[in-house]
């Protein structure tokens, strides 16, 4: 039996496409499974934490994952251009809960979720560089936060923030990105497109097939906002016209000004010490 040339097996390999599966990204991922399967392309669906970790260990090729994943090992990867998670003001899903106003959580327990590493250092940014607190953290989930009183707040993002947003609560509650584009009046990008490098994709044709097709599958699901907040709101559950609200408020362009805001990330965390290497921004 004749064994497949390196050439050959490069025509029959299939990469791995990582997406987010939370609401936010419904306008693009409702519109790229309608269109089909893309030849050469599998889709994995999971949430930031989880394809932070598939792309580090090569178990996904291409993956939408946190900003401060790309940060930690960006000498592994390229940046997709154009592409991201991103807003300019309020997002509505990265939002802090807390029994206490903010100035007042200094030494208090703030209760992590361990869901992006993104939204969890842009709130130590938030807490410890803009307003010099000094709070302890742990990780764990809303129902921990519910049943213990030592914890103080809860960082909770995605549609679990969504969610509880319409409970009926006292908590006072904060709006990370807002808070960002208040004090630096820069946008905030949340999750970037990563490609490994050792991947063979850079110059590709597959890599050219795969943005072809998010270019379409993002129009399209500009185009429909109203249909697709329709089809997902039922997931929270939330009305329609309020998912329609929140989805306007997301932005998926990787701007020249996005670039700066995720420059600006990155630098006040390398100067916290939470980075180790100031990344530089490479993208295909």
């Avoid at 598939?54 to 997709?80: H, N, P, R, T, W």
């Amino acid at each position: 039996m004749n064994s497949l040339s390196p050439e050959d097996k490069k025509e029959h390999r299939i990469y791995r496409l990582g997406v987010v599966n939370f609401i936010n990204t419904a306008p693009l991922l409702v519109p790229l499974k309608e269109q089909g399967p893309l030849e050469g392309w599998q889709i994995v669906e999971d949430t930031p934490s989880c394809l932070n970790a598939m792309l580090k260990k090569g178990e996904i090729d291409v993956g939408l994952i946190s900003s401060f994943a790309y940060g930690m090992d960006f000498k592994d990867y390229f940046v997709l251009k154009d592409y991201c998670i991103s807003a300019t003001g309020t997002v509505g899903s990265v939002v802090l809960y807390s029994r206490l106003p903010i100035y007042e959580l200094s030494g208090k327990k703030i209760c992590l979720t361990e869901q992006s590493a993104t939204s969890i250092n842009l709130l130590y940014i938030i807490l410890e560089y803009f307003n010099g607190l000094n709070p302890d953290y742990i990780s764990g989930n809303f129902l921990d936060f519910q049943k213990r009183d030592d914890l103080v707040a809860y960082l909770s993002i995605g549609d679990e923030a969504l969610r509880i947003k319409r409970m009926d609560h006292n908590f006072y509650s904060y709006d990370l990105a807002s808070i960002w584009y208040e004090t630096t009046s820069l946008p905030f990008v949340f999750a970037l497109w990563a490609v490994r490098k050792d991947a063979g994709l850079s110059d590709s044709a597959e890599l050219a097939l795969l943005k072809q097709r998010l270019d379409e599958a993002y129009r399209h699901g500009a185009a429909r906002l109203d249909e697709i907040s329709a089809l997902v709101a039922g997931r929270i559950p939330m009305p329609q016209v309020e998912c329609l609200s929140y989805l306007k408020g997301i932005e998926f362009d990787l701007s020249r000004l996005k670039i700066k805001g995720l420059d600006h990330f990155f630098k006040l965390l390398y100067q916290m010490g939470r980075l180790p290497t100031l990344p530089v921004i490479a993208q295909v």
